[in-house]
């Protein structure tokens, strides 16, 4: 007997080690099931949080500040803090191109048992911008100054895109339509009898007030600041090889202006003409005013009129315009009624007072830019 109860102890003691060595294993077995789960689902969510922040900020190249400002934006927009953002741009000296590296700690929960408390995890992507048409040539209305105000004081103005100003964004008068974003870096103020904004309304502070207000998307937060590029070698190069280059202020009159091949003026140029055809710009390094009662462009045309350091005026009622006009260092002044621009309005400043004005922009209206795209290429 005494025999017998010995054997019994000793076989109680082994059935604890077992049921022991067992729990061990079914923890071990829970940690690589769950823990090892979150860890995958946690690398899944930052990879797609670092590509749609590489691809945000590519479109803002090369400006490598505000790339990489918006790629952290975005990166926190997908769920991850600033602080475990980094952007880098240029990358490997390449100023059309951004890195994005997101960094996350997962906590683990049956793996503690056997000794392991965390994971840090991260995702890569970088992307490419190649060729033009991002920056301040997205928007439909655009204005660069960083202490200007953008003021669209119309009875009617209805804008096919976006809108977006580096400092704020003044609307007021009886009846508003942005069918984009309205976007303003500081504050973005509507006093209106009616609006409606189809995309985001958004700015470091909002106010908008009127009887009818259709503005769901808000967001209280600085937009971002963008720049507009200088293009203007590249334009007086291609006029030079074209014999197009000219000296002295150019007027424009007649049925047709002929932009297959850009024109630089060094002065002012006046455009009373009625057809553009060809896809370039008129550039010039003083004021471009506008008269006549169309600018039309032929199927096919994407025409730019950019002033390199004066202004663009439109004074004229009735004007219909096939352009986009461009003034990074100027202003942009619509004084006129019933003003009708197929294309895009871009300047250091602008301010809009007439009625019934309607400025729509188009995927085809930027065929003066070089081509590009934007792409994940790591």
């Avoid at 949080?49 to 990489?68: F, Q, S, V």
């Avoid at 009127?210 to 963008?226: D, E, K, Q, Y």
């Avoid at 032929?298 to 315009?321: K, Q």
């Avoid at 619509?334 to 003003?339: C, D, K, P, V």
């Amino acid at each position: 007997m005494r025999s017998i109860k010995t054997w019994l102890k000793r076989e109680a003691g082994q059935s604890i080690i077992l049921v022991a060595i067992s729990i061990a294993m079914l923890c071990g077995v829970a940690a690589i099931v769950v823990d090892v789960g979150m860890v995958s689902v946690s690398k899944g969510q930052l990879q797609n949080a670092a590509d749609a922040a590489a691809l945000a900020g590519a479109r803002e190249l090369p400006t490598a500040a505000t790339a990489k400002s918006t790629a952290v934006t975005y990166a926190g927009l997908n769920g991850v803090p600033s602080f475990n953002t980094t952007a880098t741009s240029p990358y490997n000296g390449n100023a059309n191109r951004i890195e994005v590296v997101c960094t996350e700690t997962v906590q683990y929960t049956f793996a503690r048992v056997i000794g392991f408390n965390s994971v840090e995890v991260s995702a890569r992507a970088v992307a490419e911008k190649t060729g033009g048409g991002g920056g301040c040539f997205g928007y439909a209305v655009f204005s660069g100054g960083n202490n200007l105000l953008l003021g669209m004081y119309s009875s009617s103005l209805n804008i096919t895109g976006s809108v977006h100003s580096n400092h704020s964004l003044m609307i007021t008068g009886s009846s508003q339509t942005i069918t984009g974003n309205a976007e303003a870096v500081t504050s973005l103020n509507c006093y209106v009898s009616s609006i409606t904004i189809g995309g985001l309304a958004q700015g470091a502070s909002i106010d908008i007030q009127g009887s009818s207000i259709n503005v769901p998307n808000r967001l209280t937060s600085p937009a971002a600041v963008i720049s507009m590029p200088d293009f203007s070698a590249e334009v007086n190069a291609e006029a030079t090889a074209a014999g197009t280059a000219y000296t002295g202020n150019k007027t424009y009159y007649g049925t047709n202006i002929s932009v297959d091949s850009s024109i630089y003026v060094t002065g002012s140029v006046q455009v009373a003409a009625s057809t553009f055809t060809g896809q370039g710009t008129i550039c010039a390094t003083k004021d471009i005013n506008l008269s006549g009662s169309m600018l039309k462009a032929d199927s096919g045309t994407a025409v730019c009129l950019y002033s390199t350091g004066g202004n663009i005026s439109l004074s004229t009622a009735g004007l219909t315009i096939y352009g986009t006009l461009y003034a990074p260092n100027g202003k942009i002044g619509i004084y006129a009624s019933n003003i009708n621009i197929y294309g895009r309005v871009i300047a250091k400043e602008i301010i809009i007072t007439g009625s019934n004005v309607n400025i729509i922009a188009g995927s085809s209206d930027l065929g003066f830019l070089s081509g590009g795209t934007i792409a994940l290429i790591e």
